[in-house]
């Protein structure tokens, strides 16, 4: 089976093309395409909505014809039709969405509404081949939640951010920090070179029963000591970037820990593996601590290559490939879903053909 998806829920178009491997689990990527938005938004230090939209529409088109002859197939030879229809930008999220349904329409081919953070749950199991049931850890620009992934649609979250996603703590301290859009590259690359003991930040709660998130009180903490410093030097940059991320890192490895106590305790059984997605997922850091975590838990750590952890066509086209598999298909009409919880997915109605 191939199935071409397509994802313009923020600044990045994309298209791929995504088959299954015969007799095996996992599957094979035939082609990637993305389009970075990054040049458009610089200049407003972050993803304006309405251009986003405008460039998703300029490019689409090019970029699907693009993708399937990266795939060397015809538009006829695909079996399904996968778009992002939310979480993310409302405006962006209509163009792909209304995208797919016309090419599913025309070609006479079953349309697959995917929901983008269950893209990023699934990855693991195009790239590694990863059994349920397993625990993900999803961190981006606009999310921040751990989730325990039972199944194809049965997703049950464990925590969440309480106010800033991780993504927007990092890109809202890199701006204070009048550091280039997007903030977060940037704040990994200087901690490099600075001190992570020069400021106590606060480690929001680090130790608390459950396993949410809370970024707010960090952020401030880091705005408080850049005015008590006024103009900041080179080297005051570096060590507020250290110690910053340390402190997200902390908070990351705690409220994980707590979310692994959690799974074992209510699904009766340890999860196969702790998996992380999205853009923030890309962080080497937040990284290199989890797989300390991992082996500290007896876990398995899974992290698909920083390509498929960003924004990218080939995680839609394989959460489509494996509803596909199951039969699990929507309407025509499925409607955009600004705000789509991934745990709200066992109340979703559409499973008839198109």
């Given at each position: 089976m191939r199935v071409l998806g397509i994802e313009t829920t923020c600044d990045e178009t994309a298209v791929a093309v995504v088959s299954e491997r015969l007799g095996e689990a996992g599957g094979e990527i035939l082609s990637n395409e993305v389009l970075s938005q990054i040049a458009r938004h610089a200049a407003y230090g972050g993803v304006v909505p309405e251009i986003a939209a405008r460039a998703h529409i300029d490019v689409l088109d090019r970029l699907i014809r693009r993708a399937l002859e990266r795939a060397a197939i015809e538009a006829k030879d695909l079996d399904a039709i996968a778009a992002a229809a939310g979480p993310g930008l409302i405006g962006g999220v209509l163009v792909g969405l209304t995208a797919g349904k016309a090419l599913a329409l025309a070609l006479g081919k079953p349309f697959i509404a995917i929901n983008h953070l269950e893209a990023h749950a699934l990855t693991a199991r195009l790239t590694d081949r990863l059994d349920f049931p397993f625990l993900a850890l999803l961190i981006s620009g606009g999310h921040t939640q751990l989730v325990a992934v039972n199944g194809v649609g049965d997703y049950r979250r464990l925590g969440s951010t309480v106010d800033d996603a991780a993504g927007e703590a990092f890109d809202k301290v890199a701006k204070m920090l009048e550091l280039p859009y997007p903030g977060g590259p940037q704040i990994e690359k200087l901690a490099l070179e600075g001190d992570a003991h020069r400021f106590n930040f606060p480690r929001p709660m680090l130790g608390r029963e459950g396993a949410d998130f809370s970024l707010s009180g960090l952020k401030t903490a880091v705005r408080q000591e850049v005015l008590k410093l006024q103009t900041p030097n080179k080297q005051?940059?570096?060590?507020?970037?250290?110690?910053?991320?340390?402190?997200?890192?902390?908070?990351?490895?705690?409220?994980?820990?707590?979310?692994?106590?959690?799974?074992?305790?209510?699904?009766?059984?340890?999860?196969?593996?702790?998996?992380?997605?999205?853009?923030?997922?890309?962080?080497?850091?937040?990284?290199?601590?989890?797989?300390?975590?991992?082996?500290?838990?007896?876990?398995?750590?899974?992290?698909?290559?920083?390509?498929?952890?960003?924004?990218?066509?080939?995680?839609?086209?394989?959460a489509g490939l494996e509803r596909l598999k199951r039969g699990l298909t929507d309407d025509l009409d499925f409607a955009p879903r600004p705000r789509w919880p991934l745990d709200a997915e066992p109340s979703r109605s559409h499973h008839g053909k198109a």
């Open positions: 005051d940059v570096r060590d507020l970037a250290a110690s910053f991320q340390a402190a997200i890192v902390d908070v990351i490895v705690d409220r994980v820990r707590s979310g692994v106590r959690l799974f074992t305790e209510s699904e009766g059984r340890a999860p196969q593996g702790l998996v992380i997605g999205g853009g923030v997922a890309a962080n080497g850091a937040i990284r290199r601590a989890l797989v300390r975590l991992c082996a500290e838990c007896g876990l398995r750590f899974i992290s698909p290559p920083a390509a498929l952890c960003a924004d990218n066509g080939a995680i839609i086209a394989w």
